[in-house]
């Protein structure tokens, strides 16, 4: 059970939730590129468990380079970095493992495996698996940035709380990198506060919440991308599809286009300083599979975590009747937060792989 994304830069993550270890293994990276492991180290503590409003389960997170690299470069040879697993308690899964936790993918993976996958935790399909998936994003993140693409994130709603709005023609960078600098990542404080007390109110309710997360990649030039099942979009919504508990994607004005005119929606195009620009951005920087030039702009949703501590209706998937299930253990009461950078890591590699595919790499 291993999971693959890429055609030139391919991505493979490996390793279950309670196992010895997880890692990742990256074929692919352009060889000479720097890796700096403090920034990538600041870059994992940002998706981390252990602190406010996430699992109690507290790990280090922190890679161990097994190959491709080199004196702190890449080598041109598969990179592969482990995170040792040492906080794991796979006995506190034991009750469940004829009774499926609802939507957890329990049953359709012991459907799949003939009952013989690692349960504990959510086994390779844990929210766990985002680790890796972050030491990828994060060199990735290093490489594109020498380019001058830069990728941001932060919680746009939380719980039916929203953030404040960022300028989807003139993003603020600089607010952006800022939300990677706080604790709880969104651009407006107030509102992050308002979120905090609703993620307080539904775990003293035993109880989650769910939101969005906006990204915003800028720096990128036109003409990158492919038509139909190449498009950017599809690829990012590919590798964002890997986060377990993404729900849906959207790009620009996403969903609420359907509810637009063509003359609302249509961003006209002008020259500014000799370049072609558009004067809105509905489009969200991608049109026909391809990068406008304007930034590339997305919301994905997340679904509240579904390990909560309210009694559950199931099934004993052994002798075929119905069940009750409560779940304990240390689960996040909404993984919207530690989400953020996850969406960000997805975007890295998937952007850095069209990259190399339909031009090379500019230094």
Same mark, same amino acid.
């Not at 059970?1 to 693959?4: A, F, N, P, R, T």
């Not at 960022?166 to 600089?174: A, E, L």
């Not at 969005?212 to 590798?239: N, Q, W, Y």
């Not at 509810?259 to 609302?264: A, F, L, P, V």
């Given at each position: 059970?291993?999971?693959?994304i890429?055609?030139?830069l391919?991505?493979?993550?490996?390793?279950?939730s309670h196992?010895?270890?997880?890692?990742?293994?990256?074929?692919?990276?352009?060889?000479?590129?720097?890796?700096?492991?403090?920034?990538?180290?600041r870059?994992?503590?940002?998706? @981390?468990?252990?602190?406010?409003?996430?699992t109690p389960?507290?790990?280090?997170?922190?890679?161990?380079?097994?190959?491709?690299?080199?004196? +702190?470069?890449?080598?041109?040879?598969?990179?592969?970095?482990?995170?040792?697993?040492?906080?794991?308690?796979?006995g506190?899964?034991?009750?469940?493992?004829?009774t499926?936790?609802?939507?957890?993918?329990?049953?359709? @993976?012991f459907v799949?495996?003939?009952?013989?996958?690692?349960q504990?935790?959510?086994?390779?399909?844990?929210?766990?698996?985002?680790?890796?998936?972050?030491?990828?994003?994060?060199?990735?993140?290093?490489?594109?940035?020498?380019?001058g693409?830069?990728?941001g994130a932060?919680?746009?709603?939380? @719980?039916?709380?929203g953030?404040?709005?960022?300028?989807?023609?003139?993003?603020?960078?600089?607010?952006?990198?800022?939300?990677?600098?706080?604790a709880?990542?969104?651009?407006?404080?107030?509102?992050?506060?308002?979120?905090q007390?609703?993620?307080?109110?539904?775990?003293?309710?035993?109880?989650?919440?769910? +939101?969005? !997360?906006?990204?915003?990649?800028?720096?990128?030039?036109?003409?990158? +991308?492919?038509?139909?099942?190449?498009?950017?979009?599809?690829?990012?919504?590919?590798?964002?599809?890997?986060i377990?508990?993404?729900?849906?994607?959207?790009f620009?004005?996403?969903?609420t286009?359907a509810?637009?005119?063509?003359?609302?929606h249509n961003?006209?195009?002008?020259?500014?300083?000799?370049?072609?620009?558009?004067?809105?951005?509905?489009?969200?920087?991608?049109?026909g599979?391809?990068?406008?030039?304007?930034?590339?702009?997305f919301?994905?949703?997340?679904?509240?975590?579904?390990?909560i501590?309210? #009694?559950?209706?199931?099934?004993?998937?052994?002798n075929?009747?119905?069940?009750?299930?409560?779940? /304990? /253990?240390?689960?996040?009461?909404?993984?919207?937060?530690?989400? !953020?950078?996850?969406?960000?890591? @997805?975007?890295?590699?998937?952007?850095?792989?069209?990259?190399? #595919?339909?031009? /090379?790499?500019?230094?």
């Open positions: 059970m291993s999971s693959e890429g055609k030139i391919k991505i493979n993550i490996f390793g279950e196992g010895k270890a997880i890692g990742v293994v990256i074929n692919g990276l352009p060889a000479g590129e720097t890796i700096d492991e403090d920034e990538l180290h870059f994992m503590a940002r998706r @981390a468990g252990g602190k406010t409003f996430s389960r507290k790990e280090e997170d922190k890679p161990v380079f097994l190959s491709g690299v080199l004196n +702190g470069k890449t080598t041109g040879a598969p990179l592969c970095a482990i995170i040792e697993n040492k906080n794991f308690r796979p506190d899964y034991k009750e469940f493992s004829a499926p936790r609802p939507s957890h993918a329990d049953y359709p @993976a799949k495996y003939n009952g013989f996958n690692d504990s935790g959510g086994g390779h399909f844990s929210g766990r698996l985002t680790a890796p998936l972050c030491i990828a994003g994060g060199i990735c993140m290093q490489i594109l940035e020498r380019r693409i830069k990728i932060h919680i746009s709603v939380l @719980a039916n709380v953030d404040a709005d960022i300028d989807p023609c003139n993003p603020d960078q600089t607010m952006l990198d800022a939300v990677k600098a706080k709880f990542p969104v651009i407006d404080d107030m509102a992050g506060e308002e979120m007390k609703k993620i307080l109110d539904a775990m003293s309710n035993n109880d989650s919440v769910g +939101g969005t !997360v906006e990204c915003v990649v800028t720096g990128i030039k036109a003409g990158i +991308g492919a038509p139909m099942f190449g498009s950017v979009e599809s690829r990012l919504s590919a590798a964002i599809f890997g377990g508990a993404v729900r849906g994607i959207d620009g004005a996403g969903f286009a509810y637009m005119k063509g003359s609302e961003d006209p195009y002008y020259i500014d300083n000799g370049e072609i620009k558009t004067r809105t951005n509905y489009h969200g920087g991608v049109i599979g391809i990068t406008s030039g304007m930034p590339i702009i919301q994905t949703a997340f679904k509240p975590t579904p390990s501590g309210i #009694e559950q209706d199931t099934v004993d998937m052994i075929k009747t119905d069940a009750k299930i409560t779940i /304990g /253990g240390r689960h996040d009461p909404c993984i919207v937060p530690r989400a !953020v950078p996850c969406v960000e890591a @997805a975007t890295a590699v998937t952007l850095l792989d069209i990259l190399l #595919e339909n031009d /090379g790499l500019e230094k």
